[in-house]
């Protein structure tokens, strides 16, 4: 299960039987492990009816993980799901190791992966709103390299919590007011393209489906501009700004294409709250592009997150082209691109199925403006 260098981590999962595939969701916690630069080195799981109230997992289970920790190093616990303050607080007391939860992995990530100082302010924002609560429990995880939020220096008594508490509410507070700034910013930049009469197109979906891919493809074929391309990379949220575009097609046929951040099983409220003013560009779509990777047996799941996540936002009503991309892994070449109905099999990748995608935004937003 080893892979390359880097802290070490044990992945701690309860399987409820409730519905969810959790083998999947392991294997997913295994790549957001990867994705923060930190080695999986093994996982510890357990079948329950429910989580416990007090500790997560069973004590029992527990007390073998503190036995394991005793033998072998480890610099950090990841547990599936997100731990209430009293299970965080609990957990560190009994196992004495920096713990992490599948939320404060991927807020480490987003802190990572964040470039504009809007994703910074709102990456901050949500970690700081998820630590609050959790302070008792987290000193250990976020000193752990030296500071996480630059929250947790020496000692850990109750005049530092108090002290890291007023801190942490005051630090809130400034982000709130920059963040409510720069969302009139962003709200005035829409209304003016929205005044330009320019279609509004906008990628989603499921992280790493390929949403940068094809905006890079299409920048390729429509303007031939390298400076204009956005990072492609095949990790978990490798884009987590919002980059917009101008695709010209042909003499009066152009768009504005939006590639949003991806989204993710169990993607944590707080980051969605955070992120609500750049996901707004979904929101504010003509047509929306939701991009698929047809290759991975659970897209069908990872359909479903994405079209809850759009109709939690609002967006669940917007007119919807699925791009079932990386078809060419599980089709024949002479297969792509398939069309059907409001569906294309293509490969973002290779190129295949591009045009035919740009012909379907043009039939489906057909009298736009008029």
């Known amino acids: 299960m080893e892979t390359g260098t880097g802290e070490r981590a044990l992945l701690l999962g309860v399987n409820l039987h409730d519905g969810e595939d959790f083998e999947r969701s392991m294997e997913e916690l295994f790549h957001l492990a990867e994705a923060c630069n930190m080695v999986p080195v093994g996982q510890v799981v357990q079948n329950l009816p429910k989580l416990h ?197 042909g003499p009066g046929q152009e768009f504005l294409l939006s590639d949003t951040v991806g989204f993710i099983h169990q993607l944590p409220a707080d980051l969605i709250k955070a992120f609500r003013s750049t996901l707004e560009e979904a929101k504010e779509a003509d047509l929306l592009l939701h991009v698929l990777d047809y290759s991975d047996e659970s897209y069908r799941k990872q359909k479903e997150v994405t079209e809850e996540t759009l109709r939690d936002l609002g967006a669940g009503d917007i007119p919807m082209i699925h791009v079932y991309n990386k078809a060419d892994r599980c089709m024949e070449a002479g297969q792509l691109p398939a069309v059907r109905e409001d569906r294309i099999y293509m490969s973002a990748k290779t190129g295949a199925g591009i045009l035919e995608l740009v012909e379907m935004i043009r039939q489906k937003t057909a009298g736009y403006g008029n």
């Not at 957990?91 to 992995?105: S, V």
């Not at 000193?143 to 939020?149: A, E, I, L, V």
């Not at 507070?173 to 930049?189: F, G, P, V």
């Open 53 to 249: 109230q007090a500790l997560y997992m069973g004590k029992g289970k527990l007390l073998e993980v503190k036995e394991y920790l005793e033998t072998e190093e480890m610099d950090v616990l990841i547990f599936d799901r997100s731990l209430t303050p009293t299970q965080l607080r609990n957990l560190q007391n009994l196992l004495d190791c920096p713990i992490l939860d599948r939320t404060t992995l991927i807020l480490e990530i987003f802190a990572v992966r964040a470039k504009t100082r809007e994703a910074k302010l709102q990456v901050e924002y949500a970690r700081l709103q998820y630590v609050l609560p959790r302070l008792t429990g987290m000193h250990k995880a976020l000193s752990r390299q030296g500071g996480g939020s630059g929250l947790a220096n020496k000692g850990a008594g109750e005049k530092k919590l108090e002290l890291d508490r007023r801190r942490i509410e005051k630090r809130m507070s400034e982000l709130r007011k920059a963040l409510e700034r720069i969302a009139e910013e962003r709200k005035t930049q829409r209304k003016r393209r929205q005044g330009s009469g320019v279609l509004r197109v906008a990628l989603v979906g499921y992280t790493n489906a390929g949403k940068s891919t094809l905006m890079n493809r299409m920048l390729d074929q429509y303007t031939r501009d390298a400076s204009k391309k956005v990072l492609e990379k095949d990790m978990l949220f490798a884009t987590l700004d919002t980059t917009v575009r101008r695709i010209c097609t």
